[in-house]
């Protein structure tokens, strides 16, 4: 097993979140850019579903009336301008488009507006503290599809950021992997083990016990179903003090593999801020990947061919 990814992962992004001013109000902002360089690590596919619909820029703000997003597609709810008009047929048709040209591109996750009663997925409104009536149309079926969903706001923080892009990649090396032993599925599940168990104790617990009691044989169905359960255990966000225990616990395990010390890494209980935070989680992801030691926390990483043979003729 190898733990890179080496080909860029797809990400579909709500296009008023990729620079384009295609909100309602023609507002838009361009929060790639806060992650910086590291943006050219994925490939992007930005779309937006209302400007997809004729809905035009500017138009009348949308609304879910009657029920979110999973009750329009069952029919038990309509979307209405603020003039009243119903555009659900228009939208619904607009959605399932992206949704095929998504799957086109193979995206396997969506940078998402939230409060949109379209792309949003937790929030159809960014009204005060409400949160509307969650998931908006996109946001259902993607929820639905099992896409892995980031929040765009989120990008404006370096940490939160950190924290989506590990689980990220572990989550697109999950769903790559090709099993066919039982030995397989150990390995895959000892090298996120530890990310699981940080993001959601209960639930590793659970995927680790049904791991030591699967049945003589092997069956491909085994598979498929824990890595579902694996997959939506890497969609949980994390907190900053685990992040700050297990980046300890990885970095005592990597002085005593590799008899060095990375001078910047503090304590958990040291106070310091986020940004000196994401600092050391990057640097002790750049030094456990060129020492070949285990850095538990972002178990998969992504690295071009072009970086990895400049490695190996450096
Ligand atoms: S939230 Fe979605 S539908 Fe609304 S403007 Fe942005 S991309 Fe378009």
Known sequence: MEYLIREKVVLGVSA?????????????????????????????????????????????????????????????????????????????????????????????????????????????????KRLGHPPGLLGSLLLKEGFFLIPAVDLDSPLKWWDWRRRLHAFAWVEQQDIQTKQDLYNLWYTVKFLCQELDEPSARAVGKELASLPKGFMPSYTVDLKRKIMDILRKPSTVSRIKERLWKSYVYYKRATNQEIKDILHPEMQRNMTHITKELIEMERQAFQNGTFFSSAPILYRSEQRINKMIQS
């Open 16 to 128: 008023c979140n990729f620079g384009a001013p295609f909100r309602y109000n023609r507002k838009g902002w361009d929060r790639i850019k806060a992650i910086g360089r590291e943006h050219s690590d994925f490939i992007w596919q930005a779309v937006c579903p209302e400007v997809s619909a004729g809905l035009g820029i500017p138009r009348d703000p949308i609304r879910i009336a009657g029920g979110n997003g999973d009750d329009v597609w069952e029919e038990n709810a309509r979307i209405k301008n603020r003039k009243g008009e119903d555009v659900t047929e228009n939208l619904k048709e607009a959605c399932l488009n992206t949704l095929k040209m998504l799957r086109s591109v193979n995206a396997i996750g969506y940078v998402y507006m939230e409060g949109s009663p379209t792309c949003g997925v937790y929030r159809t409104t960014l009204k005060n």
